[in-house]
């Protein structure tokens, strides 16, 4: 564990007690598969919300988890950096998730993710036809692609990768200059919008899919541009989605993302399917990071009645 600062052997000891109890090793093995808010926890581990809320204080205080607000939601994720972060990885690595208990969490976990994602495939369902409408309302569109195109640069003249293209909006402004151009969505019913729309604007050559931005079925290293367009938002882990995303990404490559700032619009979550509220420039800068990727810029723009920014990264080069 060379580079680790050095601490106090009470400090060690504070972080080996606050890990040392078996519902609170089954919370942070839980957080090694992304954040998770109280209320996820409570289900998955079948206890009472006032005994987790108790166990994830002690975590917290340790340094072992990270508590991000949102509106009325809180996050909890594992600390990334630090001290506590190196040991807690060390004792979560011999964790067996093949064991019973802790497949049974997992297992708990999953399910409670496919009734989100069901939820949400619902609402894209529901309001595939209207989408542009509906974003429109809260979004200047205009000006967002305007900073895009000008962000992507040369980028964008090579094969562009639009993550959960939704109607297919990205494709249309880039696919005309891109030498490639896919799109992916989970939804079936949005990618029947997004070919439609294609279709209209004579853009044959772009290609839209379903797929997963957790697991894109791409070759690595294979595109120059990946986008994400109010898509993060909606994502259970973007940093595993940036990661996937940087995988597919070339040296050299581009990766942009455009989503709303932090913000407190709760009605997004509870009748549009948002997971996260916005996000902040530290989070994203830290998740590309984690990536692999360079932060070389980030645009602030504003909006009706939320502010969207647009951070880009790039993929150091191999031949320098």
Known sequence: MSGIRKVSMDDVLTILRAAGEATRLRILALLRHGELTVSEIVQVLDQSQPRVSRHLKLLGEAGLLTRVQEGTLVFYRLSESGTAASLLRAMLAPIDEAGAEVAADLEALANIRDERFAEAQAYFRDN??????????????????????????????????DIGTGTGRMLEIFAPKAARAVGIDMSRDMLAVARGQ????????????????????????SRTLVLFHQVLHYADDPALALREAARVLAPGGRVLVADFAPHTE???????????LGFADDDMKAWGAAAGLIPTDIRHLGGAKLGVTIWQFDKPRTDL
């Open 198 to 221: 294609l279709a209209n604007a004579g853009l044959t050559d772009a290609i839209v899919r379903q797929g997963d931005m957790y697991d894109l079925q791409l070759e690595d290293g």
């Open 128 to 161: 595939a036809a209207r989408w542009n409408e509906i974003r429109s309302l809260y979004v200047a569109e205009a000006e967002v692609e305007k900073a895009l195109v000008e962000m992507a640069g040369e980028a964008a003249t090579g094969s562009v990768l």
């Open 266 to 276: 709760e009605f997004l979550r509870t009748e549009h399917a948002h997971r996260r």
